[in-house]
């Protein structure tokens, strides 16, 4: 048996181990990874969380947003998929909450 042969043989044995998906199973499974590879492009830049979303994410991978809320809660659960980490708190919404806050400790302590 030559080199070639006993390695797609082995890889043959390895991946019959592995459990058979049904169409609609591996369709699902190649729905998740194309939107994951879609979110992790557009969020590669820092600061890109809050300007992108689910409708750019959904898009950019040529689905509907519905594909996304198939498969997650919304985008803070594709986020942590996709980039393994809690989805960054540093936005114009936290920052308008922190200043409001501040500005009212402000007060407050006058």
Do not use: C
Not at 26 to 44: E, G, M, P
């Amino acid at each position: 048996m030559s080199l070639k042969t006993e390695t797609t043989a082995q890889t043959t044995a390895a991946n019959d181990d592995a459990p058979k998906l049904n169409r609609r199973q591996a369709a699902k499974v190649a729905t998740r990874a194309k939107l994951i590879a879609s979110a992790r492009k557009l969020w590669a830049e820092p600061g890109t969380y809050e300007a992108i979303g689910i409708r750019e994410i959904s898009a950019a991978a040529g689905m509907s947003t519905g594909a996304i809320f198939a498969n997650w809660k919304g985008k803070a659960d594709l986020w942590r998929e996709a980039m393994g980490f809690e989805p960054p708190v540093d936005s114009e919404a936290v920052r308008a909450a922190l200043k409001a806050q501040a500005d009212a400790d402000v007060r407050m302590a006058a």
